[in-house]
């Protein structure tokens, strides 16, 4: 997979966490995510780009106005790949930041493992 393909994937897997209503974020995961891509942090594990969207969208009501926004290059070798990430405030403080990890299949996110603060 090329590096842009890849650029891509991950641009619209942060576009779904940054829509503006459920419908967009399934859009832009429609062009990413797996069916059946499971997604695991250290508060949920979630199956499905709709379960996916559901958690986003409770994400967000925590945090009205927040955004996601990548921190580095995404690393990427044998369909596997990584990120930093932040969450900000529109004020641009940081709600937390972390570490992403995905599995690519045919193209596609089958799984995403999100770490919460920095490596220890």
């Given at each position: 997979?090329?590096d842009?393909?890849?650029?891509?994937?991950?641009?619209?897997?942060c576009?779904?966490w940054?829509?503006?209503?459920?419908?967009?974020?399934h859009?832009?995961?429609?062009?990413?995510w797996a069916e059946?891509?499971?997604?695991?942090?250290p508060?949920?594990?979630?199956?499905?780009?709709?379960?996916?969207?559901?958690?986003?969208?409770r994400?967000?009501?925590?945090?009205?106005?927040?955004?996601?926004?990548?921190?580095?290059?995404i690393?990427?070798?044998?369909?596997?790949?990584r990120?930093?990430w932040?969450?900000?405030?529109?004020?641009?403080t940081?709600?937390?930041?972390?570490?992403?990890?995905?599995t690519?299949?045919?193209?596609?996110?089958?799984r995403m493992i999100g770490?919460f603060?920095?490596?220890l």
């Amino acid at each position: 997979m090329s590096d842009s393909t890849i650029e891509r994937l991950i641009e619209d897997y942060c576009a779904a966490w940054n829509a503006p209503d459920p419908a967009t974020s399934h859009a832009m995961l429609a062009r990413c995510w797996a069916e059946g891509g499971a997604y695991t942090d250290p508060t949920v594990h979630v199956v499905g780009a709709g379960e996916l969207v559901a958690h986003i969208f409770r994400v967000q009501a925590r945090r009205p106005g927040s955004r996601i926004v990548m921190t580095s290059g995404i690393d990427a070798h044998h369909d596997t790949l990584r990120f930093n990430w932040k969450r900000i405030n529109p004020d641009r403080t940081i709600v937390v930041e972390g570490l992403d990890v995905a599995t690519l299949e045919a193209g596609r996110i089958t799984r995403m493992i999100g770490f919460f603060g920095p490596l220890l």
